[in-house]
């Protein structure tokens, strides 16, 4: 395996996930992500609750020009996953504590990932949330150097990026899985 000097590889990032308490990761081959009109249009349905709410999210951050503009920059990534089984379909719980491991685990790695790839940029499960209510609009984002954009609010249909990363997107009846990215180099 290729490796330069000061970078890790691919299986050190993978590892290092996996310390960080992510149950699935991959590599990613950040110059292969496409940004998808359907994609970005589902936000705005606002599903999630996070659309026209933060800065992390659309329409804050720009268009889809923005979000490839963005990831033009990009060659190499780390694909994470937090995987949970459920009791039920409607083991809200679970959900709910699944999505707060996933992000406590996603910022910490960040922190680090912060630290090995300056300049490094994380999109996560869902809109940004440092913040327990964010600035926007009335105020510039008070962490801008940790805000965390959502992966589907730039275009990317998570679906195809775990498949193109090898992993699934769902892992099984009965689970649930956030997934999130740093992209890097």
């Known amino acids: 395996?290729?490796?330069?000097?000061?970078?890790?590889?691919?299986?050190?990032?993978?590892?290092?996930?996996?310390?960080?308490?992510?149950?699935?990761?991959?590599?990613?081959?950040?110059t292969k992500l496409e940004v998808l009109e359907d994609v970005r249009a589902a936000c705005e349905k606002n599903l999630c609750g996070a659309y026209n709410t933060t800065w992390a999210c659309p329409p804050a951050f720009g268009d889809l020009d923005k979000s490839r503009e963005m990831l033009a920059g990009f060659k190499r990534g780390l694909l994470v996953q937090s995987?949970?089984?459920?009791?039920?379909?409607?083991?809200?719980?679970?959900?709910?504590?699944?999505?707060?491991?996933?992000?406590?685990?996603?910022?910490?790695?960040?922190?680090?990932?912060?630290e090995l790839y300056p300049g490094v940029l994380a999109l996560g499960a869902g809109g940004c949330k440092n913040c327990k209510k964010c600035t926007y609009p009335d105020s510039p984002c008070r962490f801008p150097d940790r805000m965390v954009y959502s992966m589907e609010g730039f275009g990317l249909f998570v679906t195809q990026v775990c498949r193109?990363?090898?992993?699934?997107?769902?892992?099984g009846r009965g689970t649930m899985t956030y997934?999130?990215?740093?992209l890097f180099e």
């Open 1 to 30: 395996m290729r490796r330069r000097k000061d970078n890790m590889t691919d299986e050190e990032l993978v590892a290092m996930a996996g310390e960080y308490g992510f149950d699935c990761s991959a590599p990613m081959d950040a």
């Open 83 to 114: 995987v949970q089984e459920l009791e039920d379909d409607f083991d809200w719980e679970g959900i709910e504590a699944l999505g707060k491991r996933h992000s406590e685990n996603f910022q910490k790695l960040y922190a680090k990932m912060r």
């Open 164 to 171: 193109d990363c090898g992993i699934p997107y769902n892992h």
């Open 179 to 182: 997934s999130g990215c740093f």
